[in-house]
């Protein structure tokens, strides 16, 4: 048996964060994991998609300024090899040192609950019982969904699509969102022809529908064939190829359409993620495996009695991103080295304790403090680095609608004023924003374009501030910067 105060499951980059926070009052925490410390984005998601991405958007950026010369191809070998410096060869070493360095533990092997504040850890070295003296945190993420359509193929997810050795010549994309836009847009440019399978009406259903819009024509302005209301109902490895029976929806009006074959080298399976909870014992503590595990706030596991089980990131379903995975990791990391302060064996540098985490400061949280996730409900930005990016921040006119918000709409285009003029003459790109017209404060803005996800913080400061308008007139933007655009939406507000 081995004894902890604080036990983290999962050692992604929220997993991370829940513990280093969690032992800055002297807390010793172990955080247990099977793979790579790290997780999903550092070696299969956020980083290395973003660097097979950001070849083309130089190269585009490149050719669409005026008397750029000598702008060739991508060198794909070249990306892949990038990409493989990005995800560090898929080797955690680095990450270990961190973990060691942090005055961590780290414990390698699956670990399941096997009652209150008890799990059982299979590892390399053997099983072992593992005892939480304070809490036990549960940070292990998503993972992608197959259909059962696709059980026989060995279709790539996510995972495979950021680590392939090779690009295929055909590619089929099923699905719609980020992880189909983003992988889409890569292998277009690195020379597979690339069709995307989308069961939906537009891309992006998250977003609000211009951003899709733009998306879909870039995509096709490329080569990339896009089918809507398009569903794969066979599917079928046969030698080097996947054939795919596709049965497309007709629109308003229109007959039958007849099933069509698609015949690629590799199929991409993009359609959603679940969270894994399935195979960590949350049976035994009252739960449901395979199900989000519901927390509180504070991110405590809700219907589980004693106060000792919390939970983070994807698993919860309240977040799909890293960036909030983060942000919940350090309220709940918080959260525990206040709730749990002086129980640690532990020395503390008192340098390292964030001003604040006290138990009598998490007792008394109110609604925008750090032991409180409430940035989950009005203020999650997402980014969708395809070409034009994508990013967004709060409600969306359709959310608003639901929610009963009374909006005032607001939109500009981009490329009107002179910093996006003199980045890319034939700039395209949309900016818009949501105006709560009881309170004059932003609840949500898009934008569409080259390089807008930098754009995107100004935007989630102002939302999660609730900054009146009137205030955020005199907020100056520098000139000729794209970021000007804000200056033109509270021209188009009236303000």
């Given amino acids: 048996m081995q004894e902890y105060d604080v036990v983290v499951v999962g050692a992604g980059a929220v997993g991370e964060n829940v513990a280093d926070r969690a032992s800055r009052t002297g807390l010793d925490v172990a955080l247990v994991d099977a793979e790579l410390v790290g997780g999903e984005c550092s070696y299969w998601a956020c980083m290395p998609s973003k660097a097979m991405l950001r070849p083309g958007d130089v190269l585009a950026a490149a050719r669409a300024v005026p008397g750029v010369r000598g702008v060739e191809g991508l060198d794909v070998a070249a990306v892949l090899a990038r990409r493989d410096e990005v995800a560090a060869h898929w080797d955690d070493s680095g990450q270990v040192a961190w973990v060691e360095g942090a005055g961590l533990t780290l414990l390698r092997g699956h670990a399941r609950l096997t009652g209150e504040r008890e799990l059982h850890v299979a590892g390399p070295a053997g099983e072992v019982r593992v005892v939480a003296r304070c809490a036990v945190v549960l940070a292990t993420g998503s993972s992608a969904v197959v259909p059962d359509a696709f059980a026989d193929v060995r279709p790539w997810t996510s995972r495979e699509a950021t680590s392939a050795r090779q690009v295929p010549a055909r590619l089929a994309v099923v699905g719609g969102g980020v992880v189909a ?107 449901v495996p395979g199900e989000p595990v519901e927390v509180d706030d504070a991110l405590q596991v809700q219907g589980v009695p004693g106060g ?188």
């Fill in 308 to 495: 000792w089980l919390f939970a983070a990131g994807d698993v919860t379903g309240r977040t799909a991103t890293t960036h909030q995975g983060k942000y919940d990791a350090r309220v709940v990391g918080d959260v525990i080295a206040a709730r749990f302060a002086g129980r640690g064996e532990k020395s503390v540098d008192a340098a390292r304790v964030p001003r604040g985490v006290t138990r009598e400061a998490e007792e008394g949280a109110g609604a925008w403090s750090r032991f409180r996730a409430t940035a989950d409900v009005a203020a999650v930005p997402q980014v969708v680095f395809g070409r034009p990016q994508v990013a967004w921040v709060g409600t969306t006119q359709e959310e608003a609608a639901r929610a009963g918000v009374d909006v005032d709409v607001v939109g500009y285009e981009i490329g009107d004023v002179a910093g996006a003029s003199v980045t890319d003459p034939a700039y395209r790109g949309r900016a818009q924003v949501l105006v709560d017209r009881e309170r004059d404060v932003l609840v949500g803005a898009t934008f569409v374009g080259p390089d807008v996800a930098e754009m995107l913080h100004a935007a989630t400061v102002a939302v999660v501030g609730e900054v009146p308008l009137d205030r955020l007139w005199h907020a100056v933007p520098a000139y000729p910067t794209v970021s000007e655009v804000w200056l033109r939406l509270l021209e188009a507000a009236g303000r």
């Fill in 181 to 287: 836009v983003e992988m889409a847009t890569a292998y277009a440019d690195l020379g597979a022809q690339v069709e995307v399978l989308v069961r939906g009406d537009r891309l992006l259903p998250r977003a609000e529908p211009f951003a899709g819009e733009a998306v879909l024509a870039a995509l096709v302005d490329r080569g990339v064939r896009v089918s809507t209301g398009a569903s794969v109902t066979q599917a079928q490895r046969r030698g080097d190829e996947v054939h795919l029976r596709v049965e497309h929806r007709g629109g308003p009006g229109e007959g039958a359409v007849a099933p069509r074959d698609v015949v690629v080298d590799e199929v991409l399976v993009a359609t959603g993620r679940r969270p894994r909870s399935d195979d960590l014992g949350v049976e035994h503590v009252g739960l």
